[in-house]
């Protein structure tokens, strides 16, 4: 497996791409970054975006990238696939003619540029030779992680999430290679991240303590940049796991 790490940020700031997750150049997790990390020849490799929950920061270039996909006048089509809940969000909310033209009906219903197809949680479906699994996760809307498994590598990226116990017993005897994981919160703010679904280190550790087989490599994602260095020093100094922070742009191999 190779991910691009187009986004990685809490918050769209100067230098700061949004949530945005690119595997073997074709299957994209979340589309909060794509249009300004991506030229338009990488864009139009783009087959399938996994959508974990319908917050703006992870949908916001879906619409950019179908606009720039009709602007080149070729015949491609994009899969968005994710829990029937999420898709009716973005159906309802984005893609409506208001905020932005349905490009799931442009230029027809059998031509669209977007596809939305729903998933079931726990139901694998086969991309690529990539096995991916939608699990529910806990945050103020309905939301889920993937599981990506592939011959004998394993990964899970959860998207934005709280405290979530139950996902985690059903991972638990999954070693993963690789676990992506949000923390956008210092400790000192818990009960903001509790209450509005989201991971401080002190959580997150907890969160890690449920798996049988600890992940071998743990990645930090969707961090608020006012608390990066705050959030640094705590995992530096409390982390039993291999951690890393993203900041966009690097390229992780499992």
């Known amino acids: 497996m190779k991910i691009k790490v187009l986004g990685a940020s809490g918050s769209d700031i100067p230098g700061q791409h949004l949530t945005s997750f690119l595997l073997d150049g074709t299957i994209l997790f979340d589309a909060g ?6 030229n338009f020849k990488e864009q139009q490799k783009i087959k399938n975006i996994f959508i974990t929950h319908a917050h703006l920061d992870h949908i916001r270039d879906i619409p950019f990238l179908a606009d720039n996909i009709i602007m080149s006048r070729k015949k491609l ?8 809940e999420v898709l009716d969000d973005i159906k ?12 799931t009906v442009i230029p027809n219903e059998e031509e669209s540029i977007i596809r939305l197809e729903k998933i079931k949680e726990k139901v694998a479906v086969t991309i690529n030779g ?8 806990n945050h103020t809307v309905p939301a889920v992680g993937y599981l990506v498994q592939k011959e004998n590598k394993a990964l899970f990226y959860t998207g934005d999430t709280g405290p979530t116990e139950q996902t985690w017993k059903s991972l638990s005897d999954i070693a993963l290679d690789a676990l992506i994981i949000e923390v956008s919160f210092p400790d000192k703010l818990k009960l903001i991240a509790q209450k509005t679904g989201h991971l401080t280190p002190g959580l997150l550790f ?47 191999k499992i």
């Open 77 to 84: 089509q994009i899969n968005v696939l994710s829990i029937k």
């Open 130 to 137: 990539f096995k991916i699994t939608a699990y529910k996760v």
């Open 33 to 38: 970054g794509v249009t300004n990390s991506l």
């Open 206 to 252: 907890k969160e890690v303590s449920l798996l049988k087989y600890p992940p071998k490599k743990i990645y930090l994602t969707h961090i608020k940049p006012f608390y990066r260095k705050q959030i640094e020093k705590e995992i530096n100094k409390k982390s039993p796991y291999k951690i890393q922070i993203l900041h966009g742009g690097e390229i992780i």
């Open 92 to 103: 309802n909310h984005l893609l409506n003619y208001r905020l932005w033209p349905d490009f």
